[in-house]
């Protein structure tokens, strides 16, 4: 272990750091304006061309504002769910590969924090411990719909889990291999051999419980507003809420990256055009994110588990055990 | 400052021995639940050191099916606790002597 | 070097989390601390070269059964103080350390170690997933299957346990039902 290596890896650790809080602060703002747009307003407008300034008006807001901490809460684990969000989203982010490798200044340089052989399930692994942020703060908070929001989050986690791996491990099993970069360069042959093709069906369960994963509209159960208020978020202020919204935000982008790695060819041969592309699929998902809140309705929390555990996982066992068939003659 | 096994086995006594004070402390009997954990995670420790130590993937076998008894350990005494709470609306030890003879 | 330093943060996290976890009346110290203690864990698993094995400890203790055990804790209302009667404290003490003291010397007996050999070598050149793979489906398939099978009888034993009169909703009740059901249950529960 060199000194080299040493500073590389703390370099790229804060790029990532810098560029996805940046970018969570930002998704944000495209979110009130993509939303703003579907439902034929302007969104935020008056701070700057376009409203573009409305992100740092929004993070002087919400690191001024008075840091309030309830009566009747348990107080250290009241403070530190937030940071376990913001943090487990970004150690999330350590085993995925952003761009290919690229030359820089005679020093080649690999965008990838840590290239271990398990790289998918540690990304699993860590977006899993993800809940505790939503599950500790609810428990902490002395508030009945924090509370409701805490059991739902569990359960839904929990729930998810399970589709999200069932659904993975059909690729899973055609590459042979856990790393993401290895799932990569399976698909580098161009857009016939994106893994979509072969794996329709583990793609869209996929998908379906990133939606989960990240609590987005409509499995937006942890925080729904009409019924549970903010959910866990109910008692939090300042930049404690600012920090559920980050990794919220930044899961978004980290989940992104992974459908469109595992399943859409990732950056394909290691070009810059690849890379761009790459860029083009994340944002692609990260719009659809966004349109699906627009567009549809949240749904029932028993509808949540109905469809989860008598619909999608049945589906998933059996595109598992199809693949091996398959695979097998 | 090399760690060798010895420094890994005495960690893993040392949790074993948090968890074993654990569970003759605890009476409730979640609390217990959370001793028994200590004390199945102490072992993986060790199981791992040595399997990595002595250079055979036994040792990591054993930790994978001790897992694997962690989570049917939950899920069946997670089931017993909901009955008993249905019927008592207590979770104490010390509550658990209708068996007394 | 770095081992050792990783090691040692290691070691004293791990050992804190858990005397927390121990020590603690309040349920919350003791979840919040479990976990963390448990991804701690993992990271002597991945010092140790067993990659698949740390990942597996992170989605399954952490994701998947300290999340169990917090929604327990909900459903037996138990996220504040734990009031516990203590009967004896000094007595625990003196068996624990009696126990600790046993278990180093079994461990560091010479005569143990000496006798072990390597049934299973590591291959030097695939990856740790590829070959826990290869041992577990050859040598450790039997008890892998077995592994399979208590799992299952464990979901089944765990759904027939928790799951009585979930065909019914409470939601859609009102009040009285509710009252009446519980009612209905209590002869059934006294009969033993």
Request: proline share 3%.
């Amino acid at each position: 272990m060199d000194v080299a290596f040493i500073i590389e890896t703390i370099a790229k650790i804060v790029v990532i750091l810098l560029i996805f809080s940046a970018l969570a602060g930002l998704g944000t703002y495209f979110e009130r304006k993509v939303l703003a747009f579907m439902q034929r307003r302007l969104g935020p407008m008056h701070v700057g061309p376009y409203g573009l300034l409305q992100v740092a008006a929004d993070g002087i807001k919400l690191f001024t504002k008075e840091d309030i901490v309830p009566q009747n809460v348990v107080k250290p684990i009241f403070k530190i769910a937030p940071v376990i969000t913001a943090a487990t989203a970004f150690m999330a982010s350590a085993a995925i590969p952003f761009w290919p490798q690229f030359t820089a200044f005679g020093y080649t340089v690999h965008p990838i924090v840590a290239d271990i052989n398990v790289g998918i399930l540690y990304v699993l692994g860590i977006m899993a411990i993800g809940l505790y942020g939503p599950l500790l703060g609810g428990m902490a908070s002395a508030n009945k719909w924090s509370l409701i929001s805490a059991a739902r989050s569990a359960a839904i986690f929990i729930s998810y889990e399970v589709i999200t791996g069932l659904a993975l491990l059909a690729p899973l099993m055609m590459v042979g291999s856990l790393s993401l970069i290895d799932i990569n360069n399976y698909q580098a042959g161009g857009i016939t051999h994106w893994i979509v093709w072969s794996q329709p069906v583990a793609f869209v369960l996929f998908w379906i419980a990133a939606f989960a994963e990240t609590g987005r509209t409509p499995f937006h159960l942890v925080a729904n507003d009409h019924e549970i208020i903010d959910g866990f978020g109910t008692e939090y202020s300042g930049m404690r809420w600012g920090m559920f919204f980050i990794g919220e935000y930044a899961n978004m982008f980290f989940i992104s990256f992974v459908i469109s790695i595992v399943f859409l060819g990732g950056f394909g041969d290691g070009t810059i055009a690849g890379a761009v592309q790459l860029l083009l699929k994340v944002s692609f998902f990260f719009f659809f994110f966004l349109w699906t809140r627009a567009a549809w309705p949240d749904i029932r929390p028993d509808q949540l588990m109905w469809l989860c555990w008598k619909v999608l996982m049945p589906i998933a066992v059996l595109n598992v055990v199809a693949t091996g068939i398959v695979m097998m003659f | 400052m090399a760690i060798t096994l010895t420094h890994y086995l005495v960690l893993a006594s040392v949790l074993f021995v948090i968890g074993l004070i654990g569970v003759m402390r605890r009476k409730n009997l979640l609390m217990l639940f959370f001793a028994t954990e200590i004390l199945l995670n102490a072992t993986n420790i060790a199981f791992a050191a040595i399997s990595h130590y002595i250079g055979d993937l036994s040792g990591q076998m054993f930790a994978f099916f001790i897992i694997a008894i962690a989570a049917s350990e939950v899920a069946i005494g997670l089931g017993l606790l909901i009955v008993w709470y249905k019927r008592t609306g207590k979770i104490d030890l010390d509550q658990m002597n209708s068996m007394r003879g | 070097m770095f081992e050792a330093i990783a090691f040692y943060l290691f070691a004293a996290l791990t050992i804190v989390m858990f005397t927390i976890t121990v020590m603690t009346s309040q349920a919350l110290y003791a979840i919040t601390a479990m976990a963390a203690g448990m991804i701690f864990i993992s990271a002597f698993f991945f010092i140790l070269g067993a990659d698949f094995l740390g990942a597996i400890q992170i989605i399954v203790y952490t994701g998947a059964v300290m999340a169990l055990y917090a929604f327990g804790m909900m459903f037996f209302d138990t996220t504040r103080n734990v009031v516990e009667k203590r009967t004896n404290p000094r007595i625990v003490f003196v068996l624990g350390v009696l126990a600790a003291v046993m278990v180093v010397a079994i461990f560091v007996a010479p005569i143990v170690s000496n006798n072990i050999q390597a049934l299973y070598p590591i291959q030097e050149n695939v990856g740790n997933s590829q070959a826990v793979g290869m041992v577990l489906f050859t040598k450790y398939l039997v008890p892998f299957e077995l592994a399979a099978v208590m799992l299952l009888v464990a979901m089944i034993g765990g759904i027939v346990l928790a799951g009585k009169k979930m065909d019914k909703s409470l939601t859609l009740m009102k009040e009285e039902e509710i009252d009446g059901l519980d009612e209905g249950f209590e002869p059934e529960a006294g009969g033993h």
